[in-house]
């Protein structure tokens, strides 16, 4: 059975999503994992990474949004849509099969999106860094100091390393 993208079962996710990107609203992310073939929600909220981090289920394949903000040294800031699939530990390797399909239609429903990003239960505590890095690498002109992922968690930019 097919995941259901209706329109009717996804506006809840598309209204968090529009919190999200509203630049005078102090929301930073949104998380929804897989439960019985539609999309549920995990939270939303506005104390960034970590928080995120906290609302993925290791028992679902889960699908997160954060805002993480470019800042350079002339005090401009850019926002960054990342878009993050997390498969937790727990995920039986017939839902594991499933989640390139499902995470293709999940993601055409947000735009704006500027990076994707596939973690297991390793790869997220090295979260920060690896978005970092392929926001640099993706990141064209623009150079700022640090991304800002929200609730105190920053990261410094190292050209060098991309």
Known sequence: MSLDLSESATEPFLNSYKKLSDKSAPNNWMAMSIGDNKLVANGEGTGGWNDLRAAFKDDSVNFGIIKVQAVDEQNSVRDKYIFITYVGSGVSVLKKARVSVQKDGVSKLFGGIGCFVDFDHEDLESGVKTITQKLIASGGAHK???????????????????
């Open 144 to 162: 700022p100091n640090f991304y800002d992922f929200g609730g105190g968690v920053k990261q410094t930019c190292d050209f060098h390393d991309a």
